[in-house]
């Protein structure tokens, strides 16, 4: 066998040119593989981190309707209570949770306004002690919240970055008031998250969630001014913090779990996770497109091996009197098949190898123009590797057939 693939290794270098063509489908049809799967890949990795955790492993779990996120602005349902510290203690100790925050939320429509300016969507959000960490934001100007202003109802507010820029114009509005809902807010600080990719995340699940909307950001007020711009005893959502990305879905599911045990209103409401399952139903899309892709390009490799058939018989017609002089010394028919099949094999292989390589650098290059993760399957490697060896073998049984067919005594006849 090592003799045969030496033997091989000689015969491509000593028609470099011919073996290259050859290749040349096996090339195309791996790098294309290669490239598909890895574009998939990294398009998965940014959904898991745009529509589930937003880039830092933060999953919310909030009252759903219908799958769909309860705004509160149409009065609290009876029979959904507020979250207790019983059941964030309880879920703070689920397998693989960092930490847990419950705390308010509400779209900003129509209801936040500095001056004349209005926040055409974004959030407001009634944070308790421990939250801005939990999501990793960061004070970038001004201050945090006094730990007395959590509870003595002070008309407080920190605002993120883009509600900076839509409101403010970029200006530093530490010492200003906006009007929340009708209330006046001092802007105490300005905060921006940790984490440099949580902007481009949450531009997608913007868009993705409400792309009829013109406008985004944040605005962080204490928890116990809640009730002087909303509701009292309005139920409250809870962010998690997870080990990894991946235990979001598990997670937010045995968080829910715990949370639904208090709700009474059978009317459909529940808590949960709805980004979660469309990440899941797009995933799936994506998967399913990345069969379909691969599948299209790997009629390539359908070409290559064709062509490496052609070759193949090509070259049993020019060693015709080196077979026959190998049978007259008394060469076994399975001698000549397996020389001719390594050798197929090989050209194949050498093939596969290229393209893995070429497949790389396409979907480096990819990621670089598209800002998409770049992401390399292991195992899509080493399918890749061994798939371009079986087109080999598969396509090069029938010239390895031939040629330990072949007559000694009229091979040796042959010019």
Request: with cysteine; proline share 3%.
């Amino acid at each position: 066998m090592i003799e045969n693939i030496i033997l091989s290794m000689r015969g491509i270098w000593s028609h470099k040119l011919r073996s290259i063509l050859t290749m040349l489908g096996v090339i195309i049809g791996i790098a294309s593989i290669i490239a598909i799967v890895s574009i998939v890949q990294g398009t998965n990795r940014k959904l898991e981190k745009s529509l589930i955790g937003s880039g830092n492993n933060v999953v919310s779990v909030s009252v759903l309707q219908e799958n769909w996120e309860y705004d509160f602005s149409g009065g609290i349902p009876s029979g959904i209570p507020v979250v207790n510290d019983a059941s964030i203690e309880n879920i703070k100790n689920i397998e693989g949770v960092v930490d847990a925050c419950k705390y308010h939320t509400r779209q900003g429509w129509n209801q936040v306004f500095y001056k004349d300016v209005g926040l055409s969507y974004g959030k407001v959000v009634g944070i308790n002690p421990g939250y801005l960490n939990l999501v990793e934001y960061q004070i970038n100007s001004g201050r945090d919240f006094a730990e007395e202003e959590y509870t003595n109802g002070k008309k407080v507010a920190i605002v993120d970055e883009s509600a900076k820029d839509m409101l403010f114009n970029g200006e530093n509005p530490v010492g200003e008031a906006l009007e929340i809902n009708g209330e006046p807010f001092i802007v105490v600080g300005v905060a921006k998250n940790l984490n440099k990719q949580q902007e481009e995340y949450e531009s997608i699940n913007d868009y993705y969630m409400n792309s009829y909307s013109s406008g985004q950001g944040q605005i962080f007020i204490p928890d116990g001014t809640w009730p002087i711009v909303y509701q009292y005893d309005e139920p409250e959502a809870v962010a998690i913090k997870v080990e990894n990305v991946k235990q979001m879905q598990s997670v937010a599911a045995s968080a829910s779990d715990e949370l639904n045990i208090y709700i009474t209103n059978m009317d459909g409401y529940k808590y949960g996770a709805n980004s979660g399952d469309d990440t899941e139903s797009l995933k799936t899309l994506t998967n399913a497109i990345q069969l379909m892709l691969v599948g299209i390009a790997s009629l390539s490799l359908l070409v290559g091996g064709i062509g490496v058939m052609n070759i193949m018989l090509v070259s049993v017609t020019e060693r015709t009197s080196e077979i026959g002089l190998k049978k007259a010394l008394g060469a076994k028919r399975r001698v000549i098949m397996a020389q001719f099949l390594t050798e197929s094999a090989v050209l194949t292989s050498v093939g596969g190898i290229l393209g893995i390589i070429v497949g790389i650098g396409l979907a480096k290059l990819i990621s670089t123009l598209t800002g998409l993760e770049f992401a390399v399957s292991i195992p899509w490697i080493f399918i890749s590797v061994a798939f371009s060896m079986g087109i080999g073998i598969l396509f090069g049984a029938m010239p390895a057939s031939k040629a330990s067919k072949l007559n000694p005594i009229e091979a040796l006849r042959r010019d």
